[in-house]
């Protein structure tokens, strides 16, 4: 939905919680809006994972 876009542009995206996975680390998932990957740094708290470079 359009509206929620708005949130992914600020940062606050929202993980697909039918599609959080544990890598070993933390649990790890996609915005549910945009794709963007994502990771849990605490509880109810995720962040975006930074895009690495090599
Ligand atoms: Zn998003």
């Known amino acids: 939905m ?3 876009r708005i949130f ?4 606050k995206h929202k993980p697909d919680r039918h599609k959080v996975r544990h890598n070993g680390h ?7 809006h ?3 990957p994502m ?6 708290s ?3 994972v ?3 470079s090599e």
């Open 2 to 4: 359009f509206l929620n």
């Open 8 to 11: 992914c542009i600020f940062g």
């Open 26 to 32: 933390t649990f790890v998932g996609r915005c549910k």
């Open 34 to 36: 945009c794709g963007t």
């Open 39 to 44: 990771m849990r740094d605490g509880p109810k």
């Open 46 to 48: 995720w962040s975006a």
């Open 50 to 52: 930074p895009v690495r």
